[in-house]
T-cell receptor, first 115, second 113 residues
């Protein structure tokens, strides 16, 4: 079974540009989460999808971030326009509904560098 | 709000040494507790978990006991190996329907041969 995959693994962009990160969850996982780790600090929750619906987006930092989950499969996280403080590692995780409670499977992350 | 505090690294140990990484938490509800590990170049992996007080999670020689009285979930291993070198994250999730994980800042462990 394939794990959670993320693309790209690393992105370097200039301030003001747009970047789109992609996450492919484990097949059959209805729950999809985005997190990020900035400057070696703690990993922080961004948002949670159940299928195609946003269940909780309380962690989204501002309206420059837009997440979508087309058809309840893969998800994208767009940052537009990017700022320096957006640099960090963006993790995606997925989990089953009704599976082991709160168990989330993480992808390798996308390292975003904004210069 | 919910928070997790873990000891700052890096922690450098010799092979076969005893490991303790401290983790304490504050939570608005009754949390489930986790340790995740990130090996170089890989994603986060669930190492162990405990869902109620006094439960002991264990995996790959690592153990952690859910101590409600001290709000702690310290990670221990009796004899570390070079292959244990990684970043370890303590995390919690509160049983309020919100399934998001709250993480600590991570502790880098470096084991030397």
């Amino acid at each position: 079974e394939a794990g959670v995959t993320q693309f790209p693994s690393h992105s370097v962009i200039e301030k003001g540009q747009t970047v789109t990160l992609r996450c492919d969850p484990i097949s059959g996982h209805d729950n999809l989460y985005w997190y990020r780790r900035v400057m070696g600090k703690e990993i922080k929750f961004l948002l949670h999808f159940v299928k195609e619906s946003k269940q909780d987006e309380s962690g989204m930092p501002n309206n420059r971030f837009l997440a979508e989950r087309t058809g309840g499969t893969y998800s994208t996280l767009k940052v537009q326009p990017a700022e320096l403080e957006d640099s960090g590692v963006y993790f995606c995780a997925s989990g089953q509904t009704g599976g082991a409670r709160y168990e989330q499977y993480f992808g390798p992350g996308t390292r975003l560098t904004v210069t | 709000g919910d928070s997790v505090t873990q000891m700052e690294g890096p922690v450098t140990l010799s092979e076969e040494a005893f490991l303790t990484i401290n983790c304490t938490y504050t939570a608005t509800g009754y949390p489930s507790l986790f340790w995740y590990v990130q090996y170089p170049g890989e994603g986060l992996q669930l190492l162990l978990k405990a869902t109620k007080a006094d439960d002991k999670g264990s995996n790959k020689g690592f153990e952690a006991t859910y101590r409600k009285e001290t709000t702690s979930f310290h990670l221990e291993k009796g004899s570390v190996q070079v292959s244990d070198s990684a970043v370890y994250f303590c995390a919690l999730s509160v049983n309020t329907g919100r399934r998001a994980l709250t993480f600590g800042s991570g502790t880098r462990l470096q084991v030397q041969p």
